[in-house]
């Protein structure tokens, strides 16, 4: 094997591992923690409160949580679209206009202001959400 090949596989395996989330989550922890978020957000398909329902949120295109309105940040990001997958979360949970701006490509505020600090709760809440 060349060293260009061996260099590409390296790289290749590289940025698998870097959208990979970085801890395996507990769903049980997890849905301890969704009581937070449980003030704007419901696990009801359809019921929607400040935020969008997070049922199927996880795998979710962008912007289709059905009779939610969402914001101008989350819209610009929307644009280049993407989808609502366990990397996305995971770095959304954390910063959520950091995350939408990242994707826009410019400047974006989102309506949700509360993050996840810890990468275990992040963890644990995306692997709760992906049972609902």
Request: glycine share 10%; charged share 30%; aromatic share 8%.
């Amino acid at each position: 094997m060349t060293y260009s090949r061996k260099l590409a596989l390296v790289a290749g395996s590289l940025m698998i591992l870097a959208t990979a989330p970085a801890v395996a989550g507990d769903a049980a922890k997890g849905e301890k923690l969704f009581k937070r978020c449980a003030a704007c957000h419901s696990l009801d398909a359809g019921k929607n409160k400040v935020g969008p329902s997070l049922a199927g949120a996880v795998g979710r295109e962008c912007g289709t949580a059905e009779g939610y309105k969402y914001g101008r940040g989350y819209k610009a990001a929307c644009e280049n679209g993407f989808i609502a997958d366990e990397a996305f979360l995971s770095d959304y949970l954390k910063d959520p206009s950091a995350k939408l701006s990242e994707i826009a490509g410019s400047k974006q505020r989102s309506k949700m202001s509360f993050k996840l600090k810890k990468e275990d709760d992040v963890a644990d809440v995306i692997e709760f959400l992906k049972t609902k």
